[in-house]
């Protein structure tokens, strides 16, 4: 069983940056973020394999880096240049299978989620 916890979230200023963390327990191939939007479907942020291949949504690519501490088995991302559009529950998931990328339904494991406001 998979434990997944974010931290980081917060409120700041369009332009600004922000660093969410998300400390797991357990092993799995592709860990990645998710944003949902009040009133909006979850949708993959970025992910990254357990041999480092990273995949970003295109809104996000030059903005967002994930990144993850092996040894720490925590996983991070670093968002710059923030927008409004980006405000949203930021959730941290593993997946079980390799290659998951941002497709969600690959997904079983959830945190509960960090709110970042972006205003």
């Known amino acids: 069983h998979v434990q997944l916890v974010e931290s980081g979230g917060g409120s700041v200023e369009s332009g600004g940056s922000l660093t969410l963390s998300c400390a797991a327990s357990?092993?799995?191939?592709?860990k990645a973020w998710f944003r949902q939007a009040p009133g909006k479907e979850r949708e993959g942020v970025a992910s990254i394999e357990l041999d480092g291949r990273t995949s970003y949504a295109n809104s996000v690519k030059g903005r967002f880096s994930i990144s993850k501490d092996n040894a720490m088995n925590t996983l991070y991302l670093q968002m710059n240049s923030l927008e409004p559009v980006n405000t949203g529950m930021y959730y941290c998931a593993a997946s079980v299978w390799k290659g998951a990328s941002l497709q969600r339904e690959q997904y079983i494991y959830w945190g509960q989620g960090t709110q970042v406001t972006v205003s």
């Open positions: 357990g092993m799995t191939w592709c």
